[in-house]
């Protein structure tokens, strides 16, 4: 087994995040491509973290049956945020997750319904901050934080004076 499976990943790229998109794109379509890619990337998130809240694997979310009651749950919380925080419309909604637009449509009612519990519209909170198209660096014309890499100091040596002769 990889002991590094988990590990985060870590671009060390010098090149802009979008330097790979041609040039010759129009500003605005350029823009939309951005959007597009951020878009992707925060519904990859959104589903992970659901999978991780729910202790279910994000492919579950993707099963063509309706599933066990858990993942059931986890792919209506999944529809709810990607329709509602990453603004896919109902129809986008129920083609990625294979789903009717009714479908994804109730799964919407339901989350909503269930956002009266404490506990659950505190789950979501914290998700819909971690997912937040708003706060996204790239979207919002701001640069991207800049990656440090710290090594570790090495481990001081105690010297012991009873041994240094």
């Known amino acids: 087994m990889n002991a590094y499976r988990h590990a985060p990943v ?4 010098t090149e802009p995040p979008f330097a790979s998109l041609p040039k010759s794109l129009p500003e605005a379509r ?3 491509r951005r959007f597009d890619v951020q878009r992707k990337a925060h519904l990859h998130l ?4 659901v999978a991780r809240a729910y202790m279910i694997e994000p492919a579950e979310i993707y099963l063509a049956t309706r599933g066990r009651a858990d993942v059931a749950e986890a792919r ?3 529809m709810y945020l990607a329709h509602v925080e990453i603004g896919l419309t109902i129809a986008q909604v129920a083609e990625r997750y ?3 637009r009714s479908t994804a449509s109730y799964a919407c009612r339901e989350v909503e319904d269930r956002r009266e519990d404490p506990f659950f519209d505190g789950l979501v909170n914290h998700i819909e901050e971690l997912i937040s198209l708003r706060r996204d660096p790239f979207l919002q014309g701001q640069r991207a934080p800049e990656i ?3 090594t570790p100091l090495p481990k001081p040596t105690t010297a012991n ?3 240094s002769n």
């Open 161 to 163: 004076p009873a041994n």
């Open 148 to 150: 440090v890499l710290v």
């Open 46 to 49: 959104l589903e992970g973290y």
């Open 76 to 78: 209506q919380l999944v």
């Open 98 to 100: 294979k789903r009717d």
């Open 30 to 32: 350029l823009r939309e």
């Open 10 to 13: 870590v671009c060390l790229s």
